[in-house]
């Protein structure tokens, strides 16, 4: 099987379910141990560059980073302030997706979680103290995650199994016989997509240009950046074609997540165990490693800081860690800013309670070649919350909770 194919049985197979009611979130690392995780199955998420583009379009279920997203469902896309970086009103920025099905439920055969973000680290900053606001506060947020989920039975894609006898290979896609197989569901049904943003290729394209009245954006904003990078030219030829090659090249570099089992690498390691081409410098970590130790003045965030990097060093060119099994924790690199069990908001569509369910590493920003600028946007983990019981509610795509911990400021 492919190594798309392994990505996504991988996380069909993770088991999903509570976090223990008596759990409290910060227990773990105020402790300075992480234990707790030791014994859950954790998943692990890896980039790799694709060698087709097809295998990242919606029908093949992808987890992605960078690029564009694959809207699971194509149509009823978030909308209006929902789009947008609530501290600058920019449209926000596409960082990556999962695919994890809950194969208990029907509603839930299919299962993506969307994580958008605004490339600003000023907003990442007031989002960071934002986040802690409740009841009639509601706060403002500069990373967002969306919950789509569909039955079985869809408009979109087939509730047939793949032949795999090649006629699923969709036509000029270089692929082998079962990666197309694996991959397209759907090529026995009408294809149903709503037009995008012809200049981020993320958000609905729902205002067209009075020009050639032809290319589409999701903002003012993107219709005068696209006008100023080139479409005032090409809006005055009526032959004009409008395809990818207009999105803006502001996105993150686009690559395919593969998933792998955390037992499969070794509890102790040393520098002989990175590759000599890691993307992860080992010289880097260790300077910010010993950088942030000196910064550290709580002891509890020393302590937990050097058993986070001991955990991350089993295989540390992993951007995303997924566990969402009973009393799963994150992996926290600081006891400091993190929150309590009362500071993750119920669901706000049933009224239930939000589970941990995976988090996202700074490494992550190596692969999206983010500087290591001052200014430059940069986290230590941003863990993601889910409705407990992944509640199906009216709307195509639901908000789920984020939680944002940032270094010590004096570290940026």
Not at 121 to 142: I, V
Not at 204 to 223: A, E, I, L, N, P
Not at 255 to 275: K, R, T
Not at 380 to 409: H, N
């Amino acid at each position: 099987m492919s190594a798309m194919g392994d990505s996504t049985e991988k996380l069909k197979g993770v088991h999903i379910s509570s976090l223990d009611e008596d759990d409290e979130v910060e227990e773990v690392v105020e402790e300075g141990d992480d234990s707790e995780e030791e014994g859950e199955p954790v998943t692990l998420g890896f980039l790799e560059k694709t060698k087709n583009h097809w295998s990242l379009s919606r029908h093949v279920f992808p987890s992605k980073a960078g690029g564009v997203p694959a809207w699971l469902d194509p149509v009823n896309l978030p909308s209006g302030r929902s789009c947008v970086c609530d501290i600058c009103e920019e449209p926000l920025q596409f960082l990556l997706q999962i695919y994890a099905p809950i194969t208990e439920k029907e509603s839930t055969f299919h299962r993506t979680l969307f994580v958008f973000m605004c490339p600003s680290m000023s907003c990442l900053l007031r989002d960071q103290h934002e986040q802690w606001k409740r009841g009639q506060e509601k706060p403002s947020r500069s990373v967002k995650v969306f919950r789509c989920q569909l039955p079985c039975s869809n408009p979109f894609y087939s509730s047939e199994a793949p032949r795999n006898d090649g006629t699923d290979k969709p036509s000029g896609s270089g692929g082998t016989t079962i990666d197309c197989a694996i991959a397209l569901r759907s090529t026995r049904i009408p294809s149903i997509e709503v037009s995008l943003c012809n200049w981020c290729g993320t958000w609905k394209g729902d205002k067209v240009c009075s020009g050639c009245k032809r290319t589409k954006y999701c903002s003012h904003k993107h219709q005068v950046v696209h006008w100023r990078s080139g479409h005032k030219i090409d809006c005055q030829q009526l032959s004009l074609l409008v395809d990818s090659s207009s999105i803006s090249n502001a996105l993150w570099p686009e690559y395919e997540m593969i998933n792998d089992d955390e037992s499969e690498y070794d509890a102790e390691v040393s520098d002989y165990n990175i590759p000599p081409n890691s993307l992860v410098s080992t010289n880097k970590m260790d300077d910010t490693m010993n950088s942030l130790l000196d910064i550290f003045e709580v002891n509890s965030d020393k302590k937990c800081w050097a058993s986070f990097q001991q955990r991350i060093a089993r295989a540390p060119e992993q951007v995303l860690r997924y566990c969402r099994n009973a009393s799963a924790k994150p992996l926290w690199p600081m006891s400091s800013g993190q929150p309590s069990k009362a500071d993750i908001p119920n669901c706000c569509y049933c009224g239930g309670p939000s589970d941990f369910e995976f988090q996202i590493l700074p490494q992550l920003l190596f692969y999206f070649g983010v500087k290591n600028d001052a200014d430059s946007l940069d986290w230590a983990t941003i863990v993601v919350y889910t409705c407990k019981s992944s509640c199906e509610a009216s709307m195509a795509y639901k908000e789920e909770f984020p939680w944002v911990q940032l270094y010590p400021t004096s570290a940026i």
